[in-house]
C-alpha cells in the first residue's frame, strides 16, 4: 500500500513530466507551496538537490493517495 | 473587516480572492476594506478601534505567529492577538492556525479559522481554490453561522473538488487541495482543545501555566528575537 520514497518520486516525477507547462490561458502553470512559488521546469530543475522540496511535493502526492484510499 | 496586503505574486492573487470573498457577502454586512490603503498593523489597528467589526478577514502571507501586512511587518501577532476578541476570525495564510489561532480563544476570539501548514495551490486551477477558500466566510455570513459550523461542509467541497480535479488529471492542484483541507482547523470556544505544542519545553510551560502561560512565554520570545520572518501565505 504505501511505497518507498524513491519509488514515490519516481511517481511524483512521472505526474510533474505529464503536468502541462502552460495552463489553458497560456500562463505558466505555477505551485505555491510553502515560501516556495515554482513553475514546473523549476521544480524537475531543483529536484535532485532540493531535499526539502522533494519532501514537500511528495507529502503532497502521498496526501491525495491516502485521501483516495479513505474515499474507497 | 478585511485585511488583503499585496506585495508580490501570490498576494496578488490571494488579495483578488478576498475582494471576491467579499463581494458575496457584501449585501449582508457592510466591509471595511484596505483595498485603497495600507493595510499595515496602526491602521488595521486603528479602524479596529472605530468600526468594532464582528469579522475579521486576512489573506496574505502568514507564519506561525504573525498576520504580515503591506509593509512586510506584522499586523496580528502574539502581543495584540486580544485586540481581535469578540470577533470571526478568517485566515487564508500559511501557519498562524498553528499559533496565533490555538492562543486565539484564550484571547477572547470567539472562533479562528486558520491552516495549521503551509497552504499550498497551482495556477491550473485558480478558480476552483478561490472557490473553496472563500467557501468558509460565505456560507457562514449568508446563512448567519458560525465558522464551526460550516467547517465540515467547507472540509468535504474542497475534498470533492479536488476528486472532480483528479478526474480531470489536474493530479498536483488535487493534491494541493486535499493538503489545504487537511491542514485546515477552527478554534472555538469549547471546541477541541489545540494540538499539544511539538516542542517538550512548549508542552511543560503549558501543562505548568496553561495556555495563557505559554502565550506570555512565547510573547517574550517574539519581544526579543522579533517576530519569525518566514513568510508564508
Redesign the interface.
Known amino acids: 500500500m504505501f511505497t518507498r520514497d524513491d519509488e514515490l518520486d519516481k511517481e511524483v516525477l512521472e505526474v510533474l513530466r505529464q503536468q502541462p507547462e502552460k495552463n489553458s490561458d497560456g500562463t505558466s502553470w505555477k505551485l505555491k507551496l510553502g515560501r516556495k512559488y515554482l513553475t514546473k521546469r523549476e521544480i524537475i530543475d531543483n529536484w535532485a538537490d532540493d531535499e526539502k522540496l522533494r519532501g514537500d511535493v511528495r507529502k503532497l502526492l502521498l496526501g491525495l493517495k491516502l485521501h483516495l484510499l479513505g474515499r474507497g | 473587516m478585511a485585511a488583503a496586503p499585496k506585495f508580490d505574486?501570490?498576494t496578488e492573487i490571494s488579495l483578488e480572492w478576498c475582494v471576491q470573498a467579499m463581494d458575496e457577502i457584501s449585501d449582508k454586512i457592510d466591509i471595511f476594506d484596505f483595498y485603497d490603503r495600507e493595510a499595515v498593523r496602526s491602521q488595521v489597528l486603528q479602524a479596529l478601534d472605530d468600526k468594532f467589526p464582528q469579522w475579521f478577514v486576512h489573506y496574505d502571507h502568514g507564519s506561525e505567529y504573525v498576520m504580515w501586512g503591506d509593509d512586510e511587518k506584522p499586523i496580528i501577532d502574539l502581543s495584540n492577538l486580544d485586540r481581535l476578541a469578540g470577533m470571526h476570525v478568517y485566515c487564508l495564510n500559511?501557519l498562524s492556525g498553528k499559533g496565533l489561532g490555538a492562543h486565539a480563544v484564550s484571547k477572547g476570539v470567539l472562533e479562528y479559522w486558520g491552516y495549521v501548514d503551509?497552504?499550498?495551490?497551482?495556477?491550473?486551477a485558480l478558480e476552483e481554490f478561490r472557490d473553496v477558500f472563500n467557501y468558509g466566510i460565505v456560507m457562514a455570513v449568508v446563512e448567519g453561522k458560525w465558522l464551526k459550523d460550516v467547517v465540515e461542509e467547507a472540509r468535504q467541497h474542497g475534498?470533492d473538488t479536488?476528486?472532480r480535479l483528479?478526474e480531470e488529471?489536474k493530479?498536483?492542484a488535487?493534491?494541493?487541495m486535499?493538503?489545504d483541507m487537511?491542514i485546515l482547523h477552527v478554534y472555538y470556544e469549547g471546541g477541541p482543545e489545540p494540538p499539544e505544542p511539538e516542542c517538550w519545553f512548549s508542552r511543560l510551560a503549558k501543562s505548568l501555566f496553561g495556555w495563557n502561560g505559554l502565550w506570555l512565554l512565547r510573547m517574550l520570545r517574539q519581544k526579543l528575537l522579533g517576530p519569525e520572518r518566514?513568510?508564508?501565505?
Open positions: 505574486e501570490v500559511c503551509s497552504v499550498a495551490f497551482t495556477t491550473d475534498y479536488a476528486d483528479r488529471s493530479i498536483m488535487a493534491s494541493a486535499v493538503r487537511n518566514a513568510r508564508n501565505l
